[in-house]
């Protein structure tokens, strides 16, 4: 069974080059996290991303760096508990 903590992150969807390269920042900061795009919603894009759970919380470290890096109107949700498999 494996599990993880989530985000979900809405941006307007003029500023998709400058959460790209956030994201792209992230990924190197933090190489386990997944990242997934959502459905756009209301002039939103949405983003998915994933921690697996690795014995320690890398998700609280990169919510502490998001929330220092991003921009003030992009909403960051989470962290959300999951687990995925079989039990």
């Known amino acids: 069974m ?6 979900t ?7 998709c080059s400058a959460a790209e390269s956030i994201l792209d920042e992230a990924r ?14 209301k002039a939103c894009a949405r983003y998915y991303l994933s921690f697996p ?5 890398p998700d609280l ?3 502490e760096w998001f929330r220092q890096t991003a921009q003030a109107d992009w909403d ?10 079989l039990a």
């Open 2 to 7: 494996s599990q993880e903590y989530s985000f």
């Open 9 to 15: 992150l809405t941006i307007p969807l003029a500023d």
């Open 28 to 41: 190197k900061r933090f190489p386990h996290m997944r990242i997934s795009r959502k459905t756009d919603r």
């Open 53 to 57: 759970f690795t014995g320690g919380r």
């Open 61 to 63: 470290a990169f919510e």
């Open 76 to 85: 960051l949700f989470g962290p959300t508990y999951g687990r995925w498999g």
